[in-house]
């Protein structure tokens, strides 16, 4: 706890320059939040991302992205991610069969270029304005009410002290990705949602060994001051939030390097948030508790004048 102050400064620090990338360059939003169509085919090396960039521009309206991915496996072939914007309908099409046709003639537009041999569509999604800003919407709400749960949850498992201190810690650890998705580029989906709502699990479980362990300690030393209490407890589960975080992040690491394109936004979210939670459990959580203070049941209880006890 020595350290707390300095552990602040780099969190405000960290906090302010997500704020300004969420700002300034602002979240990739997957085709889930943002609407559009998204088609993955095998592209073969004469083709060129540029030709399939250009070909699909002549054929949609709005931005078109054309990213390279390689699939996985020993003989993996290289594989084309073709993104555009929601376009408008024609004539009395709604929004949705709008962004069905695109994608059949894009898709079909795909199959001339590199030839009926060698074509492969992978996977093809298309989702509407309509569905895209209620899925946006849903996803918020769902972090909403989970940091919500929790902090009441603390606050009868704990005392009030305590939640303060775990929510903070997990509106750290969320603000804290999201700004390093925004500086990343990495695809913000419903995908990334799953991985916070799982990032904010294993920080609150994390958090909460800790601040038991500074409740057991608490009682057993009523007279040592408050920091070097919290201390003690830190230093008592320290040895197993390393191991558990540490085996965690080797499975996160293989998923992120060998699982594909597919999991690799999810996958970051998840290693990024679990090395950020551990942080914030130790530095962030534990100083809000010791800077508003706990009730450790030594207070001298109040004397009522006459009272003499039971004989």
Known sequence: MSL?????????????????????????????????????????????????RNRVTELVTGDVQ?????????????????????????????????????GDVVSAAMRELIGEERFNLRSEASVGPKVSGELFRSGIIALTVALTLMMIYISFRFQWQYALGA?????????????MFALTGFEFNLATIAALLTIVGYSMNDT???????????????????????????NATMSRTLLTSSTTLLALLSIFLFGGPVLRGMSFALIFGVIVGTYSSIFVASAVVLLLGIDRGDKPKREVEGFQGVS
């Open 4 to 52: 707390r102050f300095i552990a602040l400064i780099v969190s405000v620090i960290a906090l302010l320059a997500s704020a300004a990338f969420l700002t300034t360059r602002g979240l990739n939003l997957g085709i889930d939040f943002a609407g559009g169509a998204v088609l993955e085919i095998d592209k073969p090396e004469d083709v060129s991302a540029d030709q399939i």
């Open 167 to 179: 929510v903070a810690a997990l509106f750290h650890d969320v603000i804290l990705t999201m700004g």
């Open 208 to 234: 909460v060994i800790v601040f038991d362990r500074v409740r057991e300690e608490a009682r057993k030393y009523k007279k040592l001051e408050l920091a070097k209490v919290v201390d003690l407890a830190i």
């Open 66 to 102: 054309v990213n390279s991915a390689r699939g996985t496996g020993a003989n993996a072939p290289e594989i084309a991610v073709i993104r555009f914007e929601p376009q408008p309908p024609v004539g009395d099409e709604t929004p949705d069969e709008a962004q069905n046709r695109a």
